[in-house]
């Protein structure tokens, strides 16, 4: 487990989480997926601090499967550590990494579109931002050229490098930095490659990390 850091470390950003900020579409592949237009600028939401929770082997999920289908989104995601002004590099500005998982309620989530309402409802719920143990954060430059992937069952349904993104790490964080305000325990969620699907209970969801499993954790439905 090279790039776990030293277990005191991990989790501590789970518990001190302040805005949590998500980017929607900002991969080509899934925005076309589910016919949405390629984004000109970054589109953020926000998932509630509460969403978020730790997840480390094989953590149970409970998530409200009777809304319909809920959808895996795997993400990159940056802890930020320090407030980021308008001269902050993202090499600065990010403290450590993670995976993490931003499940959405897709039948929720069309009709919310549909009324052009909040995506709150879809967003949301309990368990629905789960965050592998922290990595170490070796540069912009060397996330953008390292490999995830998500495997339901032990098949390989999502993978990606931030190569891809429409909108680099730098981008990002300045986006977000001069709009909304980015500092110190603020996470941004990236976005999700292709391949996002429903999960059912009891698939096993495992988070990779240069071909190296980082977290898993096992869906359950929610009472
Ligand atoms: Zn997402």
Known sequence: MTHQLASNYEH??????????????????????????????????MKPSHSVVPIAERTSLALPLHQGAVHHEIEIVLYI????????????????IA????????????TLKA??????PAKG?????PI?????FEGAEQVSRTPFALLRNGEVVQQGTAADMIFDLQQLIQFVASNYGLRKGDVIFTGTPAGVGAVQAGDILELQWNSE???????????
């Open 81 to 96: 550590g320090r407030e980021v002004t308008a001269e902050t590099t993202v090499d600065e500005a990010i403290e450590a």
């Open 132 to 136: 592998t143990n922290a990595l170490a």
């Open 12 to 45: 501590s950003f789970a518990a001190n989480i302040r805005n949590v900020y998500c980017i929607g579409r900002n991969y080509k592949l899934h925005a076309l997926e589910l016919g949405n237009e390629v984004p000109t600028k970054p589109m953020v939401f």
């Open 213 to 223: 499993t980082v977290g898993s954790c096992v869906i359950e439905a929610a009472q």
């Open 125 to 129: 719920v309990p368990n629905s931002g």
């Open 115 to 120: 009324k052009g309402h909040p995506w709150l």
């Open 99 to 110: 995976l993490g998982l931003d499940f959405t309620l897709r039948d929720v989530q069309d």
